[in-house]
């Protein structure tokens, strides 16, 4: 409905958020590996799913604040854009640090994954809540969603539970 930035008709956004949410959660499992086994792949590993991470994250956030800008203010999926991103861009800051936090111990003989594995884990909770947030921005508000016009005229008033 008010996605902006599409190739042949699909929206971006919802294409390219896999891989960020991907890569985060590598980052929370290689980072657990390394802590249990202390072998310094999966530290590196890690680091690298991390940086991956951050990567797709500026990607797929190009496209999803394009459609955001695009909703109108009166609509609630507003609202719930603006906490899907904030969710998003909260998780997308605490994967940033991780990334300084580990990449300043790479010469460490057995970096510390404690505090990876702590930031690690309250991003992969922020990029759960803001997956749910999207999906509520799909479901409930048919944002990026093409509906005819039949469908369209079924639509319920906005604020109006249907």
């Not at 590996?33 to 797929?60: E, H, P, Q």
């Not at 909703?71 to 609202?79: D, E, F, Q, V």
């Not at 404690?114 to 922020?126: K, P």
Request: with cysteine; hydrophobic share 50%.
């Amino acid at each position: 409905m008010y996605s902006k930035v599409k190739i042949l008709g699909h929206p971006i956004h919802p294409m390219i958020v896999a891989f960020p949410v991907a890569f985060y959660t590598g980052t929370l499992v290689t980072n657990i590996i390394y802590a249990c086994t202390l072998n310094s792949f999966w530290f590196k590993a890690a680091l690298a799913c991390n940086i991956a991470g951050v990567a797709a994250a500026l990607l797929a956030a190009v496209p999803g604040f394009i459609d955001w800008l695009a909703i109108p203010s009166s609509k609630g999926a507003k609202k719930t854009g603006l906490y899907h991103m904030a969710a998003n861009v909260s998780a997308l800051v605490l994967f940033t640090i991780n990334i300084f936090i580990q990449y300043n111990r790479m010469d460490d003989v057995q970096p510390e994954a404690t505090a990876s594995i702590i930031i690690c884990a309250a991003g992969f909770v922020l990029t759960i809540v803001a997956g749910f947030l999207g999906w509520t921005l799909v479901q409930n508000h048919h944002v990026g969603v093409s509906l005819t016009q039949a469908q369209e005229n079924l639509e319920p008033a906005e604020g109006v539970k249907g």
